[in-house]
Structure formats: C-alpha cells, structure tokens
C-alpha cells in the first residue's frame, strides 16, 4: 500500500524529559477513549499533525460579533490568517468536496468548520453539513471553531451530532479587556457595544466551555495574543479554561497588516514578536498541553498543516470526479491504521543519538535552531522552504517550539536566488524570521544565502540532510557543545 513517506515523530512528541532514547508518546497519560479521539486529530495531536491532514468548508459566512482584528471580507481571523477570501459553499456542495477529498487523500481524518464567519451564526448551514456527513462518511471526525456567543444554545446539538472536537476562541475573562478587542455584539435581536457585550459574550463562552465539558466533547481553547492589550491576561485565561477541564490552548499571534483594513491593522497594533510568543506560551504552559503547531489555516483549508491542495478540490474540479465512497472507505481505514502503526513505530525506535543528559552537562545554554523540514525529516532545500520549524536544543533535550512562515526564496531554479524577484529582499525577510536561531538545518542551501545567513550569526547546515529532526537537532547541539559554542551567555533575541 502507499503511504505518505514520514519521518520521525519524535519531532512532534518532543523530548523535554531527558534522553532521546526513543519519542515519548504524548498521549499515553490519557485515557484510552480520549486517545482514540486525538491520535489521528492533526491539531489536538502534535504528533498527528506530521501524519494527518483536515479539511475545511467555508459554508459559514455570517457572524454575530466583531473582533478588532477581523475584516468581513476575510475568513475568520480567530482560526484563520486574514488575506484569503474562501469559496463560499452550500451544505450539498460541502459535502461532495469532502467526500472528493476524503477518497483523493486517505489520511484525512478531520473535517472542520471554522468559517468564514462564525460556524453557530450560521447554525442551518452548519448542522446539516455535519448532519449529512455524519451520515455519508461516518469515518470523519468532525470539528468546530467558534466565538461561543451562542454555544450554549447549541451545547446539546453538538453532542447530538458527535462533534467531538470544539474550539472556543477565549481572549479574556474581564470586560475591561474585552471591550478593547471586540467593540460590539449582536444579541437579542440588539447591537450591544462595549464592555457590557463583552461582558455577555465572556459568560457565555465560559458556561458554553462547561457544558461542553460536561457533555465529553474535547474542547481546545484559541486566544489571540494582542501586545499591550491581553498578553498579560492570557495566563489567567490559561489557568481558569484549563481548571473548567479544556484540553488543549493555543495561544496564536496578532496578525495586524495595515492592508488588511482592521480595525488593529489600521491603528498599527503591535504583533508579538516569535520570543514574546514563546515565552508567553512557556509561562502559559504549566502542567496544560499548549499547542504550538498551529499554522492559522484559512476556512477552505485542505491538506497536512502548512500545506495548501484547496486549489485541487474547486467546485470546477470535483464536478468532473467519480465517486466509490465505499471503495474509499475501506481504503481510508486502512491507511489509518498502518499511520497509526507507524508513529508507534517511530516512538519505539531507539535513536541513533546519545541521550542529551549525557551529552551536556546541567547549566549549558539553550539553542534555538530552524529546520527546512519535509515529512518529519530534515528534507527541505533552504531556498524551497515556506515555513522552518523552530526546535529548542537544551540538556534537558529537544522541544519543539514553533514556526516561522517565510517568503519562498527560489523560485525553482537550480541555483537559489537567480533570476527571482527581489531575492535580497526575501533573504533579508527570512533572516528577520528565523531572528533568535544560532543555527538552520536544511537539505541544501545555496552559495548567496549561505554567506548571508553566516553573516547574520545563523549558522547554515546542510549536513544532516534527510535525518529525522531531532537527531539532526541534537546532533548539532553535540557539535555546538564540543566546538565550546554552548558556554557563552544567551545571546539577546533580535525582533522578528
Ligand atoms: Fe480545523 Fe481548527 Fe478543527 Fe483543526 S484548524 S477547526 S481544530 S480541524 Fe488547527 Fe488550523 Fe490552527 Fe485551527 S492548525 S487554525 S488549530
Ligand atoms: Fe471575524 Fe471571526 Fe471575530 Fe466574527 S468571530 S468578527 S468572523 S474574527
């Protein structure tokens, strides 16, 4: 059978507890019933995101709020980047895209509805798709992202439908704060402006997270990071959802572009920076599980996270597709299972790297390196990559902190950096992203940005090329350690 090629899941399972012997299995805490439901969820499951992909239909495009970083002509900015208008769909047509989907890319667990306005403004839309899908390919699990304005109303609804993942878009407990990110909401019928709707909207995405809860749905919680306004806030937001029993917080950043017309964008609203982000993430962290994979996908995404095949699956394109949804099935099944087999495999396998404990001693600095990866391994020409993975090397071990979206630097010549548009000033944006990393793993990179990236202070490596990450990653660290890199202090992050 063909699978996708994947490389080692230790990348997503992290290895913060000492050795790199082998992956740890980040949901082995968890009850078997609850482990079933995320070991193939590409976002409840860091591991899963390198093996399965989701998809979403934009059949949603009303919204019963505003958000200051949000402008109605783009999809929902609480689970999706701004900038992208979706292809609007109706129930029937949403559901023949996914079954065309489903039956294209077996290793689609995942179909969600996050947009483009909000999923529970648009209830009609939004159930029967899930009502229909839920009948026609039963093997999808279903999700749902929301600002929880109405989630009580339909708490039961939910569970009716076995939507067993829901995400509550959550900036604020105080009103005081809200009333600086969502200046009004509609409710009974009435616009209500300032801290008193967002006093109601906090209430009821609170009671809303409870009676999820209540009901076993799995509920992660997203939460914009806005500078200045509820950074600080956030922690307190991390520790009440998490005691009210949320699974899983994703603190995500601000994306505030002038060109997009928000209300932030046009004010010139600071974003965080790729530190200010981690260490907000760290301190949110405690003992909850953050999610730091999250590429805020668009509302028609389709694919593994950071990829993008919607243009494959128009309405143009799967008109003409045949359609064995039954054939499909029993392919799907079988696929998922032998991916699941293999990232069981993978945190079995003992690694070929001595465990970081014994490598550096206790004390030695943290490194923060970028990969060009390609299925879990380091499998990406520098100049090919659209996104690096941020790893942090320590003696404790490898983490996964992240990743940086970037500018594709050659435009499929041979030789990186000729012939492109402006390949200076894409290098020099790049350089800007990976701000704070001392080194970037690639598969190759050329002779221009090979001398750019040294001079920056990142040091370039193509030496690993088609390792599995965090054996490149902590065999780098080694070579740091031994080269007597590792002693000097923290060199002070640049702003990215
Ligand atoms: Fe979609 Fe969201 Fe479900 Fe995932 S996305 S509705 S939980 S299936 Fe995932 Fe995309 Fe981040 Fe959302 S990476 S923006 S967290
Ligand atoms: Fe925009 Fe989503 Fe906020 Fe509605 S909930 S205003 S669609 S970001």
């Known amino acids: ?158 569970a009716k439908h076995n939507i067993d993942h829901v995400t509550i878009t959550i900036n604020c407990l105080d009103p005081r704060v809200g009333a600086q990110i969502y200046p009004w909401i509609f409710w009974n019928k009435r616009r209500i402006r300032g801290e008193e709707g967002a006093a109601i909207l906090i209430a009821q995405q609170q009671m809303g997270l409870e009676m999820l809860v209540a009901r076993g749905v799995l509920v992660k919680v997203n939460s914009v990071m806005i500078p200045g306004v509820n950074d600080q806030h956030l922690k307190e937001v991390s520790r009440v959802v998490k005691a009210k029993g949320a699974f899983l917080h994703n603190v995500m950043p601000l994306i505030a572009e002038a060109e997009h017309g928000t209300y932030y964008g046009l004010m010139g609203q600071d974003s965080p920076t790729s530190a200010e982000l981690q260490a907000l993430q760290d301190e949110c962290a405690g003992d909850m599980a953050m999610m730091r994979h999250c590429r805020q996908c668009r509302a028609d995404a389709v694919g593994l996270l950071g990829e993008d095949r919607g243009a494959e699956f128009t309405l143009d394109k799967i008109a003409d597709m045949d359609l064995d949804y039954g054939a499909a099935m029993a392919k799907r099944k079988e696929v998922r299972e032998a991916l699941v087999e293999q990232m069981a495999a993978k945190r079995g396998a003992p690694s070929t790297q001595p465990a970081m404990a014994e490598l550096a001693p206790v004390g030695t600095r943290p490194v923060l390196m970028a990969v060009a990866a390609k299925n879990g391994l380091v499998g990406e020409h520098f100049g090919h990559a659209r996104e690096f993975l941020v790893y942090e090397a320590a003696p404790e071990g490898v983490r996964f902190i992240g990743h940086r979206k970037v500018d594709l630097y050659c435009g499929g010549l041979d030789s990186c950096g000729e012939g492109d548009a402006e390949p200076e000033s894409i290098l020099d944006k790049t350089i800007a992203a990976l701000s704070g990393c001392e080194a970037v793993l690639c598969s190759k990179v050329g002779f221009e940005p090979w001398g750019r990236l040294e001079a920056a202070g990142i040091a370039p490596n193509g030496e690993h090329a088609l390792e599995p990450i965090e054996e490149a990653v902590t065999a780098v660290y080694r070579e740091m350690l031994a080269a007597g890199k590792l002693a000097k202090p923290v060199a002070a992050r640049k702003r990215a």
């Open 1 to 158: 059978m063909d699978l996708p090629v994947i490389g080692n899941a230790q990348a997503a399972g992290g290895c913060a507890s000492g050795g790199c012997g082998s992956a740890p299995d980040a949901l082995a805490h968890l009850p078997d019933h609850i482990r079933l439901k995320v070991q193939d969820h590409p976002c409840y499951s860091e591991e899963a995101h390198h093996y399965f992909a989701r998809m979403h239909v934009a059949v949603a495009p009303a919204c019963n709020i505003q958000c200051n970083y949000c402008n109605r002509k783009y999809d929902c900015a609480n689970e999706s980047r701004p900038g992208v208008v979706s292809e609007l769909l109706s129930p029937d047509h949403a559901i023949r895209k996914v079954l065309a989907v489903a039956a294209a890319i077996p290793q689609m667990t995942v179909l969600g509805i996050a947009g483009p306005g909000d999923p529970l403004a648009n209830p009609s839309r939004t159930f029967e798709t899930f009502r229909q899908l839920s009948e026609k390919a039963p093997d999808i699990k279903l999700c749902l992202s929301t600002n929880g304005l109405r989630l009580p109303e339909f708490a039961d609804e939910i």
